[in-house]
């Protein structure tokens, strides 16, 4: 199982990224899967998830209504589309999936086994 990141980058407050994490290995609609986020000195954080039946959570209030999270099963590829970034958004972020098939969505990232190498997201303001 692979999972590869992309699409982070740098930009300025306000600006827009959706980051693209194609799996191989699993069929993306089978499983649950998320996305992550770690900033420097920082532990590791819940961003979104998403069921094998499509049911969506999300984590921190600061990225409700920002955040989206979806995926093409034809593509086999995650996405997460972010809006209005702000500098607290600066983080790496990771997408996981979990290891069952039909599992809900979590956001423990220890219920996910299989993770991408990340991908950097810097806001400057």
């Known amino acids: 199982v692979q999972l590869v990141e992309s699409g982070g980058g740098l930009v300025q407050a306000g600006d827009s990224l959706r980051l693209s994490c194609v799996i191989s290995?699993?069929?993306?609609?089978?499983?649950?899967t998320g996305w992550f986020r770690q900033a420097p000195g920082k532990e590791r954080e819940f961003v979104a998830a998403?069921?094998?039946?499509?049911?969506?959570?999300y984590g921190a209030d600061s990225v409700k209504g920002r955040f989206t999270i979806s995926r093409d099963n034809a593509k086999n590829t995650l996405y997460l589309q972010m809006n209005m970034l702000k500098p607290e958004d600066t983080a790496v972020y990771y997408c996981a999936a979990q290891d069952r098939r039909f599992t809900s969505t979590s956001p423990d990232p220890g219920d996910y086994t299989f993770w991408g190498l990340g991908t950097q997201v810097t806001v400057s303001s």
């Open positions: 290995g699993r069929t993306i609609n089978l499983y649950g």
């Open positions: 998403i069921s094998w039946s499509g049911i969506s959570v």
